[in-house]
């Protein structure tokens, strides 16, 4: 049998000229920019295109809340900030605070600056800042509604007497409030009171609560600065413009009225007599502003809080349309509002809603029950303004959406400081797909 011996060569393998360069590891380095990742969330800025994401950094969730108490986090924070034309609400707030301190008796300079400062110390620690940056307006109308009485009355306008009745004739041909309150029983004085006296007061709160645990994060945070402006451009309106309830015309008809005159509970002393405690005889009689049915705030307050529900709760419409309805006629049925005074309470609580949800209210999504399911936070109904969005820090998250940078519930130094945080995530799926057009080729 014939042997057969095979030689094996070996025979050093040949790579094309100029690949060993290119495996040189500093080559390695460089990805092609299709499939450079961080790309697609590159962050949004000057000279960037706006489809173009923000940069993926360590964040904490969107519904997470501030626990830090160091006043230097917020300095830093202001020193980064980018100011804006909306930073004058803090100016207006910070000086109504003032005069209403300034015209409180007695003088008290020690309590006053004391209280000052305090609050300015719960605007400086996160932690506290994130409620009370918020509710600032809110507590800005509570002191310039109390502070009112202390206004001199010489330089007060004069009280208008005829202006309301003659707006009801003209508008409903006959005056409601007296043909609602013409028939009165003790069931219906407590069907009245519990929207007019109790609602009125705690479903601000309720509303709040419910809007923070299962609406969008950053809705309560909207609620709040709309319900504490809105109040107190409604005082503002009723010491400019005041005008006698119906309970003066059925008490003094229509004679001149003077300040210094008490106010009076209405169909309220009835609920007091009812329960035998005095909740509401007192404190109406010693009104700050007995004169300033115009516009109504219980009205305006009702029809608010059914506006933000049903922005957030779609299916609850039809019961904040009852409850509007209820304290509409609680208000009238207890002598307290000419439905002039309503209407003039609805338009200013519609416009401060139309306003709030077109440029800033968090928008709902679908299937999300509660804030803690929250990714990311759109913002806003109206068209995209490049130049709004970079000044109240929003990004785009996809074709016609805007996202903010919500890092907490009540946003550190509220939804126009956006651009100081980094805090909060887009959603990967939609930054992907609204990246993919805006791809380098390399």
């Known amino acids: 049998m014939r042997q057969t011996n095979t030689t094996v060569v070996e ?23 299709r499939y450079n990742l961080p790309r697609m969330f590159r962050k949004s800025g000057h000279g960037h295109s706006t489809k173009q994401m923000r940069e993926p950094v360590p964040t904490r969730s969107v519904s997470a809340l501030q626990t830090s108490f160091k006043i230097t986090d917020t300095f830093e924070l202001l020193r980064i900030r980018k100011w804006s034309v909306f930073d004058v609400q803090y100016a207006v707030v910070a000086g109504l605070c003032i005069f209403s301190l300034w015209i409180v008796e007695p003088s008290a300079p020690i309590i006053k600056s004391a209280a000052g400062l305090g609050y300015l110390l719960l605007l400086f620690m996160p932690a506290t800042r994130q409620f009370f940056l918020p509710s600032w307006p809110i507590w800005t109308y509570l002191l310039f509604f109390f502070s009112s009485r202390f206004i001199p009355y010489d330089v007060r306008p004069d009280i208008f007497v005829k202006v309301l009745p003659a707006l009801e004739d003209i508008l409903y041909g006959t005056n409601f409030s007296n043909f609602f309150s013409k028939w009165t029983h003790p069931v219906l004085d407590v069907i009245a009171w519990f929207p007019y006296g109790i609602g009125h007061f ?3 709160a309720v509303c709040s609560a419910i809007m923070f645990i299962f609406a969008a ?22 010491l400019f413009f005041p005008c006698t309830p119906p309970w003066y015309e ?8 003077k300040y210094g005159m008490q106010g009076s509970p209405a169909g309220l002393a009835r609920i007091d007599a009812l329960f035998g405690v005095d909740m509401y005889t007192t404190s109406f009689t010693t009104a700050p502003v007995p004169f300033g049915a115009f516009p109504s705030l219980h009205a305006a307050d ?3 809080e ?9 299916k609850l419409k039809g019961l904040c349309f009852f409850y509007v309805c209820w304290i509409c006629w609680a208000t009238m ?26 440029f800033w209210l968090p928008r709902p999504q679908a299937g999300k029950t509660y804030r803690w399911q929250y990714e990311y936070v759109e913002v806003g109904q109206g068209k995209k303004n490049k130049a709004l969005d970079e000044e109240l820090g929003y990004t785009s998250v996809g074709a016609g959406k805007r996202s903010a940078d919500w890092s907490d519930e009540f946003t550190v130094l509220d939804s126009f400081m956006h651009s100081g945080s980094s805090s909060g995530s887009s959603s990967p799926t939609s930054t992907i797909r609204s990246d993919r057009s805006n791809r380098r080729t390399d």
């Open 306 to 314: 059914a506006l933000f529900i049903s922005h957030c709760f779609p």
């Open 217 to 238: 994060p950053g809705t309560v945070p909207m609620f709040a600065k709309s319900f504490g402006w809105m109040s107190t451009l409604g005082v503002a309106i009723q």
């Open 333 to 358: 049925y207890l002598n307290h509002h000419y439905a002039v005074d309503l209407l003039g309470g609805g338009i200013l609580a519609y416009s401060i809603f139309y306003t709030v949800r077109k």
């Open 250 to 257: 059925r008490l003094h008809g229509l004679e001149p009225a």
């Open 202 to 204: 705690g479903l601000p």
């Open 11 to 33: 025979t050093e393998t040949q790579l094309p000229l100029g690949w060993r360069e290119r495996l040189s590891p500093s080559k390695l380095s460089t990805i092609p920019g």
């Open 302 to 304: 009702a029809i608010l």
